[in-house]
């Protein structure tokens, strides 16, 4: 009851701040109270599931064999093997200029989220045993960097960070032209370079698979199987395409008033509707499908979308 008590007072808190509007019934104070205590609970269980799978990742697959991984945690892995400290007081250490820096610099909420994952990864790997499941240099690239992803990824969908690369990648695009996958890029190149110095070339060739097999499970886990694409589609017959789009997939749709653009040789320009909509990539086919079977000589651009708000999207289960 103290929680649902300080959950309602917050909304009410909230309430206040946006202005003087008609107040909701307590009936209605307390759905939200449930709905924020039960997205909070969900945030906690992705984060928990999260620290577990990346240390399994670590302490099954990776360290016990002197892999490495990109990031902070490559820089953890890496300085572990070098002076033998235990990897739990790296992570910790090695991401607080980091933290700091998301703190002061970047959002005081994100940075608490990810202080919290990240103590709670370093206890984990401290406290608890994980056993060596194989000794195979390939089982050891592919599975460790999955686990390691997975765990980066649903601490993501949770609203934490178990990699303070990030943080720093994002406030250096902010101080510079360069975009946060470049910085990413950057560092991760000076990693296993190093790597390959202090290690060996064959263990950091290694080290960079488990890196991509990471980065393509952390992607995977925040977009999942339902990435969407967004679809434009230029036709005479956009009424149909419409009606198909919202009827019988039950899409949204937004319909753009265009025109022809070729009239310079004598060819009249002319007015038509180009019909836009967002759909997963399981459902682009079908989509593309249905639209050549109305109008085969229609003009289709698609583009990925990382996320979506409102309208008639359906939104991925995790949340």
Known sequence: MLIQQLIIRNVLRQQQADGPTPGPSNHELWQQARRLLRRQLVNAGLMLAGIFSAALGLKGFLLPNDFIDGGVTGMSLLTAHVTGWPLSVLIIVINAPFLLLAYFHLDRVVAVRATLAIIGLALVLYFVTFPVLTTDKLLISVFGGFFLGAGIGLTIRGGGVLD?????????????PLSVGDVILLINIVIFLVAAWVLSVETALYSILAYLSASKTVDFMIDGLEEYTGVTI??????????????????????????????????????????????????????????????????????????????????????
Do not use: N, W
């Open 164 to 176: 303070g690369t990030e943080i720093l990648s994002v406030f250096a695009s902010r101080k510079s």
């Open 234 to 319: 230029i036709s005479k017959r956009s009424e149909a395409i419409r009606l198909m789009i919202t009827e019988k997939l039950g899409h949204g749709v937004t319909i753009y008033a265009g025109r022809t653009g070729y009239g310079g040789h004598g060819h009249q320009q002319e007015g038509l509707d180009i019909v836009f909509t967002a759909v997963t990539r399981l459902e682009l086919t079908r989509l593309r499908t249905e639209v050549e079977a109305i109008d085969h000589q229609a003009f289709i651009l698609m583009h990925s979308i990382k996320d979506t708000r409102g309208g008639l999207i359906k939104k991925r289960p995790l949340h």
